[in-house]
Each structure stands twice: as structure tokens, then as C-alpha cells.
Nanobody, 121 residues
Framework: QVQLVESGGGLVQPGGSLRLSCAAS????????MGWYRQVPGNQRELVAV???????RYVDSVKGRFTISTDNAKNTVYLQMNSLKAEDTAVYYC???????????????WGQGTQVTVSS
């Protein structure tokens, strides 16, 4: 079994900061990507930021310069530092990892349970 456990969401005023964390645990051989998506009720889930193994982090245009994604490979953990938060950043944020559990396995997508981020005065 693979689990992704998120933490760090909450209520913050516009202009404030939050840091999300997501730790992957269980039977994991190799992680290829770890990233963050977000979803507002009635809208599709959108990619916010992703770290690709051996590659360059990617961000949706609306968060460039404000959000920073980082990973601790030894801990199978991904972080999202969110600065200068805006009301339109309000959403449920989901952690995602594409990984292989064992040799010969397919690369599969796993999701966290979601954490609410609310930006409001």
C-alpha cells in the first residue's frame, strides 16, 4: 500500500504565506514526479506545481513567482511554499505522486486526501 499524507492547509489573510507538506509512505521503489493540484467546487482539478525527477519544476502561470515546490527525496516528501496568497488561491490542494512500487510494476498515480487552503480577510 502507498499513502500520501498532506498537512499545512488552513486560513490565511491575503498576502500571507502557508507551507504544505506531503509525505509518501509504504511500498515505494521509485518516485518519478511529485506535485500539487488544486480544485474549486464546480471546476476541474488543475496542476499547480510539479517536480519531475531529474527535471525542472513546473508551475501554472498564476502562481509563478509566488509558490515554490521542493522535495526531500530521502523522506519521499514534497513541499509547497505559498507566498503572497490571493483569494483566488482558495481551493482544496491535493498532493500527487507518480511512482513505481516494485521492479516490474507500472508507474501509477497516487493522491493525497486533500487539504483546504482558504485565503480571506
Amino acid at each position: 500500500q502507498v499513502q500520501l499524507v498532506e498537512s499545512g492547509g488552513g486560513l490565511v489573510q491575503p498576502g500571507g504565506s502557508l507551507r504544505l507538506s506531503c509525505a509518501a509512505s509504504g511500498n515505494i521503489l521509485s518516485i518519478y514526479t511529485m506535485g500539487w493540484y488544486r480544485q474549486v467546487p464546480g471546476n476541474q482539478r488543475e496542476l499547480v506545481a510539479v517536480n519531475i525527477k531529474g527535471g525542472t519544476p513546473r508551475y501554472v502561470d498564476s502562481v509563478k513567482g509566488r509558490f515554490t515546490i521542493s522535495t526531500d527525496n530521502a523522506k519521499n516528501t514534497v513541499y509547497l511554499q505559498m507566498n503572497s496568497l490571493k483569494a483566488e488561491d482558495t481551493a482544496v490542494y491535493y498532493c500527487n505522486a507518480n511512482l513505481m512500487r516494485y521492479s516490474g510494476d507500472s508507474v501509477r498515480a497516487y493522491w493525497g486526501q486533500g487539504t483546504q487552503v482558504t485565503v480571506s480577510s
